[in-house]
């Protein structure tokens, strides 16, 4: 076997590739991990400025195994197959976290009895509409590669639970992994339903760090070679077969099977000519602005002690691309110190996220960029200090309390996670088997529709083990 | 090779797979799936394993020969025997 040559090249380092090719490596298969950016993670990712460490995308990790819901985690299973000790993670659980809509909130924790007690106290009337919805949920087939993707908003309209309910719980779910516009397909609704609500949420006390630095260590120990910094061009096909791996370098690599983590879309792109399908998955654009503030202090020395909130400004839950740069009136703020609820500290993060529009914020030069993010950055956290109890604070006082703040946009998605329209959850088409129309090129990650941190890193460990591993 | 030694194997695998099981109770002839916590994810690492570390290869049709110790030893003898042999 020449040096140019693989058994398998895993295209993308975020945590669909590292899972997908630790895997493979674990089972003596030789491997390439490419990288197009300088840092691993792809939507999962950090960053530091002014000497503190920013997690990109992590807000929670879903799927906690708490007291309450024992055992059967998928994140219990990860770590099993990736054989990483899932006490090395020092999950923090959540304090408790709220949907937040006028004159409504639902507050939930780690305790799955909880969230249902408060559907009965808020909404009396549809609690036997909402116990068979859940009924529903339960012997529905989610987990299934044929799960059938249904509308979620039709499903929950057809149960004849309160609209208001149905809107909020559409809140949390999209945020957390819808494509779609103002919907989210109903496999992908009740994987996240059981991962944030049966489940819960918790955070590693090291942040996204926890599960990049033992996923890399381990590459290294398997003799898994990764490049950073190394883009794939195209992907050169022929008789519906991959044969030739063109980097932007412009050197050529082969290898028996190919998982692309990018993206559907993305994926497409780089077939270039070659993409020989009649079948052209839809871009999606649903993207995201997010403003982070350092705080002097504590969040409990302001009166705030929810880790995360989904918030709607109306009855009517809006989630889709602005037409705006950005989209005030929905949105998730998260204070990651709260999952150490009193814990101590001088300083703490408050992260508001809206919907963005990519086009908005590409189209702009470099020097309105700045001064537009500025603008957003202020009306961002004015705006979010209204779903937050604002009654300790004095804001003529409170700007001399922010230490440092940032803001990232969907161009900062696109360059860490090469997404067309930097999308945070990739196209509305999905493909769960991750089988493309080339017989040794298979698709993990987000476009697989399993979500989140926890349903990457599952999504590239079914495809290296019943894609590749299984078939010998 | 003998039935007990691939008993050992097989329990030593599960031990690496998955250190969060009590190994030290497993009834042989009771099905693995019964008395551990252990999915199709895990017999999968099982056969990747006795692949690497002995070089035995087991078709996915007969995955469910691996069901439980005895059926283990009962089935892997002839293929530890025929590797030692090769």
């Known amino acids: 076997m020449s040096g140019n040559h693989y058994d398998v090249v895993v295209i993308g380092a975020g945590l669909s590739g590292l899972s997908a090719a630790t895997r493979l490596g674990m089972f003596g298969k030789k491997v390439l991990l490419l990288e197009k950016h300088y840092v691993v993670g792809g939507l999962n990712s950090f960053y530091a400025k002014k000497g503190r460490k920013f997690d990109v995308g992590l807000h929670a990790l879903t799927n906690f195994p708490s007291e309450h819901s024992g055992k059967k985690s998928p994140l219990l299973k990860l770590c099993r197959q990736l054989r990483i000790p899932f006490e090395s993670l020092d999950l923090q659980p959540q304090s408790h976290s709220k949907i937040l809509f006028p004159d409504r909130s639902l507050h939930f924790t780690n305790n799955f009895d909880y969230f249902v007690d408060q559907i009965q106290q808020n909404f009396a009337t549809s609690f036997n509409a909402f116990q068979h919805l859940l009924q529903k949920m339960e012997s529905f087939p989610a987990y299934s590669v044929n799960a059938e993707e249904l509308s979620t908003r039709t499903v929950l309209q057809e149960s004849g639970i309160d609209p208001l309910l149905a809107e909020m719980l559409l809140c949390p779910t999209c945020y957390y992994g819808s494509a779609q516009s103002n919907d989210i397909d109903f496999p992908t609704f009740v994987m996240l339903f059981d991962a944030i609500f049966r489940q819960g949420l918790a955070r590693p006390r090291n942040g996204i760090r926890a599960i990049l630095d033992p996923l890399c260590k381990k590459l290294k120990e398997l003799g898994v070679e990764r490049r950073m910094n190394t883009a794939v061009k195209r992907l050169h096909s022929k008789n519906n077969k991959i044969e030739e791996i063109e980097l932007e370098s412009g050197e050529s690599i082969f290898a028996d099977q190919i998982i692309s983590t990018c993206g559907v879309v993305e994926t497409e792109l780089i077939l270039g000519n070659d993409y020989a399908s009649n079948e052209h998955p839809e871009v999606g654009d649903f993207s995201v602005i997010e403003s982070i503030s350092v705080i002097e202090g504590k969040p409990t020395d302001y009166g705030w002690d929810e880790t995360v909130i989904f918030f709607n400004d109306s009855e009517k839950f809006h989630y889709q691309c602005p037409e705006d740069y950005v989209d005030l009136r929905s949105g998730v703020i998260c204070l990651p110190q709260n999952y150490q609820l009193n814990s101590d500290c001088s300083e703490f993060k408050l992260r508001i996220t809206h919907p963005a529009n990519f086009s908005k914020w590409e189209g702009l030069t470099e020097k309105s960029y700045l001064s537009e993010k500025e603008h957003f950055q202020d009306k961002i956290l004015q705006n979010g200090l209204e779903y937050l109890d604002n009654s300790k604070i004095n804001k003529n006082f409170f700007t001399q309390k922010i230490l440092v703040r940032d803001t990232f946009t969907p161009k900062t998605i696109k360059r860490f996670t090469s997404h067309e329209n930097g999308t945070l959850y990739g196209s509305p088409t999905k493909t769960r088997d991750g089988s493309t129309f080339y017989q040794n090129l298979f698709l993990a990650g987000t476009d697989q529709g399993y979500i989140g941190i926890v349903g990457a890193m599952l999504g590239g460990i079914a495809i290296a083990n019943n894609q590749i591993l299984r078939a010998g | ?86």
């Not at chain 2, 194997?9 to 002839?29: H, M």
């Not at chain 2, 056969?47 to 009962?74: F, T, W």
């Open chain 2, 1 to 86: 090779m003998t039935k007990e030694k691939i008993k050992q194997i097989v329990l030593d695998i599960i031990a690496e797979i998955a250190p969060d099981e009590e190994l030290t109770d497993v009834k042989p002839e009771v099905r693995l799936r019964d008395q551990l916590d252990l999915d199709s994810m895990d017999f999968l690492d099982i056969v990747m394993e006795l692949r690497k570390q002995h070089g035995i290869d087991v078709p996915e049709a007969e995955y469910r020969e691996l069901e439980s110790l005895d059926s283990c030893a009962n089935y892997l003898l002839p293929k530890f025997e025929a590797a030692a042999a090769a």
